[in-house]
């Protein structure tokens, strides 16, 4: 499918009012809660779920404007560069990955607002494309965040 710069700017200011809403009303306690991961994965908190879906998103937005990845991400594979971003944000503070949070949507737009209009429906991509900007991080919002906080009153309040 061919995408526009309005809807792609469109889905990804959705999926950042989500998340932003939810983000809003975590409690000191949650952003400690685990999420639901393998045993075989890092034991990631709410936290390091957000920390994982600012990365990505941080990432597509660095790729879309032709940026190289950090020295310290090249050559790694999906895998190691969670883990990774594990070990950097998992002992930063909640306030510092909310900032984080906010900037980095501010240089997401930035980015769309950049791109030439052939550059968004240029070429056949798939529905969810480009996926970082929503999708993905619906999918851990969803599967990860709100999973953690099941059962908290303010959670239920949407």
């Known amino acids: 499918m061919r995408h526009t710069r309005k809807d792609v700017t469109e889905r990804t200011q959705r999926e950042f009012r989500q998340l932003d809403r939810l983000v809003k009303r975590l409690k000191p306690a949650d952003w400690r809660r685990h999420v639901p991961r393998p045993e075989t994965k890092d034991p990631w908190t709410v936290k390091d779920a957000l920390a994982h879906i600012l990365y990505w998103k941080e990432h597509s937005a ?71 900007f929503d999708g993905h991080s619906a999918w851990h919002r969803v599967r990860d965040i709100e999973a953690a906080l099941v059962g908290r009153q303010s959670l239920q309040r949407k």
């Open 62 to 132: 660095r790729v879309f404007r032709g940026e190289k990845r950090p020295a310290e991400m090249k050559g790694l594979d999906v895998n190691q560069s969670n883990a990774l971003i594990y070990r950097r944000w998992r002992t930063r503070r909640p306030a510092d990955v909310v900032a984080w949070h906010r900037r980095v949507q501010a240089e997401v737009i930035q980015t769309l607002k950049t791109r030439p209009d052939d550059w968004f429906g240029g070429k056949e991509r798939g529905p969810s494309w480009p996926g970082d």
